[in-house]
């Protein structure tokens, strides 16, 4: 079975301070781990994926197969950042849209 | 740019009607989705589909079903709704093994 842990409901911190994101998997086989966000009254997207291993937005998340996480990460947080950050996995052999998603953080970042 | 089309964003419907969820994806996906939001929960997978006229069952599927007639449209039907299937009802399309492409999402309130 795959699961998908946030740890945090709900994570707030002020304008320009570090923010992380936690996320812990348990997965048996080769994962393909996402972050998905959703900013007020807009619809769920994509923020970035590992396999890519890219900056979006200033954040960047690295798979650690050994601690089984993949946690979100941005040196300095800005207002527009607040927003619902869910975190998915998915099976590199099954198709990536049948994903298992955390229940989900909401960041606040405060002026 | 991917579009993914709910056909409504605000629903609300009687105990025991019958309810119809439309959604339309014009980038020629073969998978689609259907999951539902719920605060703390997550996302949880109802119904996918990879194909025409194809289905399956995803995590959560007691009293709900789908139908796939064409390739761009997938319909989410709750036989007799009841008042704990109030939800936010999330469509999601995807290109293979690709991130999903979500709607904006349809509120259904069950009263």
């Known amino acids: 079975a795959q699961r998908v842990t946030q740890p945090e409901k709900l994570l707030s911190v002020f304008k320009g301070a570090p923010v992380e994101l936690k996320c812990n998997y348990s997965y048996s086989g080769s994962p393909e781990l996402f972050w998905y966000v959703q900013y007020s009254r807009q619809r769920l997207q994509l923020l970035l994926r590992?396999?890519s291993r890219e900056s979006i937005k200033g954040f960047t998340a690295d798979l650690n197969k050994g601690e089984t996480s993949f946690h979100l990460k941005k040196p300095f947080a800005q207002e527009e950042d607040s927003a619902m950050y869910y975190c998915?996995?998915?099976?590199?052999?099954?198709?990536?849209?049948?994903?298992?998603f955390g229940d989900g953080t909401t960041l606040t970042v405060k002026p | 740019d991917v579009k993914v089309t709910q056909s409504s964003r605000y629903l609300v419907k009687r105990t025991g009607e019958k309810v119809f969820l439309e959604c339309v994806q014009d980038?020629?996906?073969?998978?689609m989705f259907w999951y539902r939001q719920d605060p703390g929960l997550g996302l949880r997978l109802i119904y996918f589909s990879y194909d025409v006229k194809m289905k399956e069952k995803g995590d959560i599927p007691e009293g709900y079903s789908v139908s796939r007639e064409k390739k761009e449209r997938f319909s989410l039907i709750l036989e007799s709704a009841s008042t704990n299937q109030t939800s936010m009802y999330l469509c999601?399309?995807?290109?293979?093994?690709?991130?999903?492409?979500f709607g904006n999402g349809t509120r259904l309130t069950v009263t």
């Open positions: 998915a996995l998915s099976g590199r052999d099954t198709n990536a849209g049948k994903s298992t």
């Open positions: 999601a399309s995807s290109f293979k093994n690709s991130p999903l492409h």
């Open positions: 590992h396999i």
């Open positions: 980038m020629d996906h073969e998978n």
